[in-house]
C-alpha cells in the first residue's frame, strides 16, 4: 500500500523560506503528475504547483515567483520550495502523486504557519 509523508513543514517569520518534501513508502511505477496543495482553516483544498512528467510547471497567481516545484523520480519525490512566505500561506500543505494508470495517491498534510 503506497503511503506519502510529506515533511518540511514548520513555522516561519513572514519572508522567510521552507522546502517541503514527499517521501513514498513504496517505489511508485507510471508517476504521471505530482502536486503540492494546501488547506487553510474554513477553506477548500486548493492547488498550490504542479509538475507533470515531462517537467512542466504550473502555479497560482497567489504563489507563482515565489514557490517552486520540482521533483526527483527516481525517488519518488516532489519538493516544495517556497521562498517570501506571507500570513496567507498558512495552511496544511499536501503532495499528490498520480500514475498513468490511475493512481492517485495523497499524503496526509503537514502545517505550514507563517507568522507577520
Known amino acids: 500500500q503506497v503511503q506519502l509523508v510529506e515533511s518540511g513543514g514548520g513555522l516561519v517569520q513572514a519572508g522567510g523560506s521552507l522546502r517541503l518534501s514527499c517521501a513514498a513508502s513504496v517505489h511508485i511505477f507510471g508517476i504521471d503528475h505530482m502536486g503540492w496543495y494546501r488547506q487553510a482553516p474554513g477553506k477548500q483544498r486548493e492547488l498550490v504547483a504542479h509538475?507533470?512528467?515531462?517537467?512542466?510547471?504550473n502555479y497560482p497567481d497567489s504563489v507563482k515567483g515565489r514557490f517552486t516545484i520540482s521533483r526527483d523520480n527516481a525517488k519518488n519525490t516532489p519538493y516544495l520550495q517556497m521562498n517570501s512566505l506571507k500570513p496567507e500561506d498558512t495552511a496544511v500543505y499536501y503532495c499528490?502523486?498520480?500514475?498513468?494508470?490511475?493512481?492517485?495517491?495523497w499524503g496526509q498534510g503537514t502545517q505550514v504557519t507563517v507568522s507577520s
Open positions: 499528490r502523486i498520480q500514475t498513468v494508470v490511475g493512481g492517485d495517491y
Open positions: 509538475i507533470t512528467s515531462g517537467g512542466y510547471t
